[in-house]
């Protein structure tokens, strides 16, 4: 009898189902940026850092509306932002956003614990 490991056939298909969803994601932001990059010239919008062949994978394809399925072949929702002004690009727009998390920290504080308790030790006198 050979001892040679046996393969795992879920594994297998594990790898393939993560390897096609990957593919069709690549595949999907290729057919979106590799439109973008024949339709505008290699610049960044923010900082006009140009690029060339050696460099383009540090070119990405904003959304303008942030909505990464709304592709209008036009290109009129998209912007090409290097690496950089991207992020810098969705940092402005969290920095813009109404700050809720204090308040609601606020109000979570007000509720009295020990509220209960009182009426609790009242009732017994
Ligand atoms: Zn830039
Ligand atoms: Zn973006």
Partial sequence: MPTR??????????DRVVAEARKARDEREDSYRGRALRLFPWICGRCA?????????????????????HNPLDGSNWELLC??????????????????????????????P???LASLLKRDE
């Fill in 5 to 14: 490991k046996p393969v795992n056939p879920d594994v297998n298909r594990l």
């Fill in 49 to 69: 850092r140009e690029f060339d062949h050696t460099n383009v994978h540090e070119l990405t394809v904003h959304h303008k509306d942030h909505n990464h399925d």
């Fill in 114 to 116: 020990f509220a209960d």
């Fill in 83 to 112: 690496l950089y002004c991207h992020d810098n690009e969705h940092q402005r727009q969290l920095d813009t956003r109404p700050l809720t998390r204090p308040a609601e920290r606020s109000a979570g504080a007000t509720h009295a």
